[in-house]
């Protein structure tokens, strides 16, 4: 198959390369539509596809955008995939998604890969932070980066996050509310800070009621299936809590598996509640009460916001509100 270039453009219709170029870039203003159209339609009869790469070299634009998760299996972290990449593609940008298993040292890898493959910006969502390296980096090499759920990196650029304080209250005051007392926690990895913020307005509601948590009621589930799975099932065997937190829905999902090999009925004799919201919430049985965040639409304004940001617009973080979606795995006492 033959490939036309820009060259062939102009001489099949007549125009200087730099009128051909200014009808590619929607730049005809000065032009007759009589010339901009003649143009557009030896495009299309030529099939000419731009060399993407030699434009960005002019423009100094690839209209590429990297993406990095922690781990793309978790639906929380598809779902924002979805949102962004959705977004970019409706603000005429592809989307480079990178996983990185928020391990700091592959972290740094891709954002030296993304910076070299001369994306115009970068979406960072982790478990918690940027490295003091990656954040210097970033800022020395002026590339544009917004940040996506990281509690603890919202001085240093623009980003889109939920009120995790907030989120931990309503499932707190959710429980209290049907009656129980004998409560348990499970968190998300020590020193996280989405997960530290969901423990404090947890405890915030139990302590307007008055109600006292045991230290050994706050239970380490990893923010992963399989490690909330064996956590549940050692605590469960010798605890009689009546209802459980657990700071994500996948989380919550260990627990029902628990719960479900040692005979213990959800909700009749313990209530769960999960965080996030995520698309498979609805097939389990019974039903997951969670506290959502609308992790699609947090995708779709973090690439509003870099597209603001590399266009030199002015930008402000936003603050999501989570709410509480009662669904049947939570009961009266």
């Given at each position: 198959?033959?490939?036309?270039?820009?060259?062939?453009?102009?001489r099949?219709?007549?125009?200087?390369i730099?009128?051909?170029?200014r009808v590619?870039n929607n730049?005809?203003e000065?032009?007759?539509?009589?010339?901009r159209q003649?143009?557009?339609q030896?495009?299309a009869k030529?099939?000419?596809?731009?060399?993407?790469f030699?434009?960005?070299?002019?423009?100094?634009k690839?209209?590429?955008?990297?993406?990095m998760?922690?781990?793309?299996l978790?639906?929380?972290f598809?779902?924002?995939?979805?949102?962004?990449e959705?977004e970019?593609?409706?603000?005429?940008y592809?989307?480079?998604?990178?996983?990185?298993?928020d391990?700091?040292?592959?972290?740094?890898?891709?954002?030296r890969l993304?910076k070299?493959?001369?994306?115009?910006?970068m979406?960072?969502a982790?478990m918690?932070r940027?490295?003091a390296?990656?954040e210097?980096?970033?800022?020395?090499?002026?590339?544009?980066f917004v940040?996506?759920?990281r509690?603890?990196?919202q001085?240093?650029a623009?980003?889109v996050?939920?009120?995790n304080?907030?989120g931990?209250?309503l499932?707190?005051n959710?429980?209290?509310e049907?009656?129980h007392?004998?409560?348990?926690?499970m968190?998300?990895?020590s020193?996280i800070?989405?997960?530290?913020?969901r423990?404090?307005?947890?405890l915030?509601?139990?302590?307007?009621?008055?109600v006292?948590i045991?230290?050994?009621?706050?239970?380490d589930?990893?923010?992963?299936m399989d490690?909330?799975?064996?956590?549940?099932k050692r605590f469960l065997?010798?605890?009689d809590?009546?209802?459980?937190f657990?700071?994500?829905?996948?989380?919550?999902?260990?627990?029902?598996?628990a719960?479900?090999?040692?005979?213990?009925?959800?909700?009749?004799?313990?209530?769960?509640?999960?965080?996030?919201?995520?698309?498979?919430?609805n097939?389990?049985?019974p039903?997951?009460?969670t506290?959502?965040?609308?992790?699609y639409?947090?995708?779709?304004?973090?690439v509003?916001?870099l597209v603001?940001?590399?266009?030199?617009?002015?930008?402000e973080?936003?603050?999501?509100e989570?709410?509480?979606v009662?669904?049947?795995?939570?009961?009266?006492?």
């Amino acid at each position: 198959m033959t490939k036309y270039t820009i060259k062939d453009i102009a001489r099949e219709t007549g125009y200087s390369i730099s009128t051909v170029s200014r009808v590619l870039n929607n730049k005809s203003e000065g032009m007759t539509n009589e010339t901009r159209q003649k143009i557009l339609q030896t495009v299309a009869k030529l099939n000419y596809q731009p060399n993407q790469f030699a434009r960005g070299l002019i423009t100094k634009k690839s209209n590429v955008l990297g993406l990095m998760v922690p781990n793309i299996l978790n639906p929380y972290f598809a779902q924002i995939c979805r949102g962004a990449e959705d977004e970019a593609a409706r603000q005429g940008y592809s989307l480079i998604i990178c996983n990185s298993d928020d391990n700091p040292e592959k972290e740094k890898r891709y954002i030296r890969l993304l910076k070299e493959r001369q994306v115009d910006g970068m979406l960072l969502a982790s478990m918690n932070r940027l490295s003091a390296e990656n954040e210097f980096y970033l800022t020395d090499s002026q590339i544009p980066f917004v940040l996506v759920d990281r509690g603890n990196d919202q001085n240093i650029a623009p980003g889109v996050s939920i009120d995790n304080l907030q989120g931990g209250y309503l499932a707190g005051n959710h429980l209290l509310e049907l009656g129980h007392r004998n409560i348990a926690c499970m968190t998300g990895p020590s020193g996280i800070s989405n997960s530290e913020k969901r423990l404090q307005g947890f405890l915030m509601a139990m302590k307007e009621k008055g109600v006292q948590i045991p230290f050994h009621h706050i239970i380490d589930g990893n923010y992963d299936m399989d490690s909330a799975y064996s956590e549940a099932k050692r605590f469960l065997q010798t605890s009689d809590v009546t209802a459980i937190f657990t700071h994500n829905d996948l989380m919550a999902c260990g627990v029902y598996e628990a719960a479900n090999e040692l005979g213990i009925a959800i909700p009749d004799q313990l209530s769960v509640i999960g965080f996030d919201d995520i698309p498979f919430c609805n097939v389990l049985s019974p039903k997951l009460t969670t506290i959502r965040q609308d992790t699609y639409k947090m995708g779709q304004e973090s690439v509003n916001l870099l597209v603001k940001q590399i266009e030199k617009e002015p930008t402000e973080s936003l603050f999501c509100e989570p709410t509480l979606v009662i669904r049947s795995s939570t009961a009266n006492i």
